[in-house]
């Protein structure tokens, strides 16, 4: 029976970001989620479980005020949960992130067969971590996955990718990717939530890491983005439709 | 050694690649190199389009994937250091240019929409969003070479010089991978083509039922454009195929016109929208997000305006 691992990551909700007067970004009002891609990693790994046996487990890294995160990720049906916390983990970058995710997977957890990622995280989406912590792992990758099975010891995955599908074999232990598409989280209940508590979490600490290294990815600027538009408005009566229409065809969009 | 490299499988993403390649081999004093996979025939097409190399790889037997090639990639990278790797941010393309980079052990800047040479510090400033594109971010990779992947259609493609002459050296053929392709389904495109539309109708949740979508067809025909919609439309009540889903993670369109129909304007959906020329609104809630993004904004009922507005651009 499989034993998964769901990668997730604790992220600030982009909702609540506002724009400071001179373009500069205001995060003091801002709560955290799991990234919305994230979601759907967990509910694959939970999903496969339920079919199959075997355990999902969740993991993520961040400061320790993500712990909220963990109780939430059980709520979502996984069987325990590995936090990898420390104060300096607020701002780290997907190779250092990788670095950290494959340390503790390789040292921490027995044995795996399968480590599901969202395709990116909701705040960054660099879209990196997950075909980097399969090449820290040495195990295959496949990445922008609609949907897969697990048969013996193999998975079979549908990779999206421009052209259409490829339908890829590969051996298992191996890395996913989800596509926001493959399925509906699901929404935990009250029960869902009190189990939540008693399910097994591990918390690790930066001093029980090997040394992180420097960010290979320096972020020397973060503003708000610009999005200069005219935010003309219009009302519903016939002159006011013939005046929209008239400003389309004034800036020669239309015929 | 040195140079500017760029990896794309396709020929389109290639020369907007060699298009900004070439812009900043010229600005950081190196030279293009094209990796090219398999296609002979497009050697000289990459020299005339701005490569000044060739580097061919070996064609791959048909159950085995593009990444097969990375660690032949890797070796050649770690013999001749090259500046600069670009690769589109396509499907295939961000998750080789990951990869890369984790076995190099360097940064890579995703899904990058900008980049400037400073002279003065000979550093590489890449922008890119985040946030779900409230934000604009600029990095500067720490250690070489630096990395990025751009989208598609965020450069020109270059324009050709038919008297270029450039060299050619072939790589050796990698291992088999891992991995094996056992199928490949070519999209059987279920509707047309929006990244190249000129006039976008956007649907949005304030449509009620399927059937309502008529009204946006008749919108696009007038238009003289093609529908897409925004996620929960695709995702959650598959009245339109995902590839028409216009956002951060689905498609970005660049048309002349974009007009939303009852589109709130959620920020990963106005990201793929921001290259509109014009973007136009309908929708009842006057404190929708999309008013403060678009152009022009008709608040109403869109049951009430798409009839109006579909006889008012017949005239």
Redesign the interface.
């Known amino acids: 029976m499989p034993s998964i691992i769901a990668c997730f990551k604790w992220v ?1 909700d ?2 609540y ?1 506002r ?1 400071g007067p001179s373009g500069d ?1 205001d995060f003091s009002s801002v709560d955290y989620k799991i990234s919305e ?1 994230d979601r759907n990693a967990i509910e694959e790994a939970v999903r496969s479980k339920e079919a199959l046996g075997g355990k999902a487990i969740a993991i993520t890294v961040g400061v320790p005020q993500a712990t909220k995160s963990l109780k939430d990720a059980l709520s979502r049906g996984c069987d325990q949960a590995y936090f990898v916390a420390d104060a300096s983990f607020n701002n780290l ?3 250092q992130t ?1 670095f950290i995710l494959a340390e503790v997977i390789s040292t921490r957890i027995e044995q795996y067969d399968l480590i599901i990622c969202g ?2 995280s ?7 971590v ?3 912590l ?3 792992l040495c195990i ?5 996955v609609q949907k897969f099975s697990i048969d013996k010891n193999q998975i ?1 995955a549908e ?13 298992l232990p ?1 890395l996913v990717t989800v596509l ?2 493959i399925n ?1 989280p699901r929404i935990p209940g009250v029960k869902d939530t009190l189990m939540a508590g008693k399910k097994p979490t591990v918390t690790i600490t930066k001093d029980e890491l090997p040394p992180v ?13 610009r ?1 200069e ?8 009566d ?1 002159q ?3 005046r ?2 008239g ?2 065809r004034k ?5 | 050694m040195a140079g500017v490299w760029i990896i794309s499988e396709n020929r389109e993403r290639a020369l907007e690649l060699l298009n900004i390649g070439r812009q900043l081999a010229a600005k950081m004093g190196t030279h293009v190199s094209a990796l090219l996979y398999q296609d002979r025939e497009e050697v000289q097409g990459c020299i005339s389009h701005g490569a000044d190399e060739v580097m061919l790889l070996p064609p791959l037997s048909s159950d085995q994937s593009p990444d097969t090639y990375i660690p032949v990639i890797i070796e050649e990278a770690k013999k001749r250091d090259p500046d600069l790797i670009l690769l589109p941010a396509t499907a295939r393309g961000k998750d080789m240019a990951a990869r890369i980079a984790a076995r190099l052990d360097v940064g890579l800047c995703s899904s990058c929409i900008a980049l400037s040479f400073d002279d003065g510090s000979k550093s590489l400033v890449m922008e890119r969003l985040a946030y779900g594109g409230v934000a604009v971010q600029k990095v500067i990779c720490t250690a070489r070479p630096a990395m990025a992947s751009i989208p598609p259609r965020t450069f020109e493609k270059a324009v050709p010089d038919e008297g270029r002459q450039g060299q050619i050296r072939e790589l050796p053929a990698p291992a088999p991978s891992a991995a094996k392709i056992l199928e490949r389904k070519v999209k059987e495109r279920a509707a047309k083509d929006i990244s190249e539309a000129r006039a976008v109708v956007c649907v949005g949740r304030g449509i009620d039922k399927k059937e309502d979508l008529a009204l946006a067809r008749q919108l696009a025909d007038v238009l003289g454009g093609e529908i897409g919609c925004t996620r929960p439309i695709a995702e959650e009540f598959h009245w339109l195929p995902e590839e028409v889903c216009i956002g951060l993670s689905g498609i970005q369109v660049k048309p002349d016109i974009y007009l939303g129909i009852g589109v709130s304007g959620q920020v990963q959906h106005v990201t793929g929208i921001r290259n509109a020329r014009v973007i136009a609104a309908v929708n009842k809630d006057e404190n929708a997000p999309i008013f403060k993004v678009a152009d022009f904004g008709i608040i109403g009922d869109l049951y009430d305006v798409v009839p109006k507005l579909v006889n008012e651009l017949k005239k």
Do not use: H, N, W
Not at chain 1, 229 to 236: A, I, K, L, V
Not at chain 1, 251 to 255: A, I, K, L, Q
């Open positions: 600030v982009e909702a970001i724009r970004l891609y970058e997907s190779s990788a395709e990116g909701s705040d960054l989406y660099a879209q990196q997950g075909p980097r399969a090449e820290k295959p990758c496949i990445s922008f079979v990779r999206r990718v421009e052209e259409g599908v490829e339908v890829i074999a590969a051996p191996a926001p598409d509906v290294g420097e960010t290979l990815l320096l972020t020397v600027g973060l503003a708000a983005s999005m538009r005219s935010c003309e408005m219009f009302g519903t016939a006011e439709i013939a929209f229409v400003s389309l800036r020669g969009v239309v015929g």
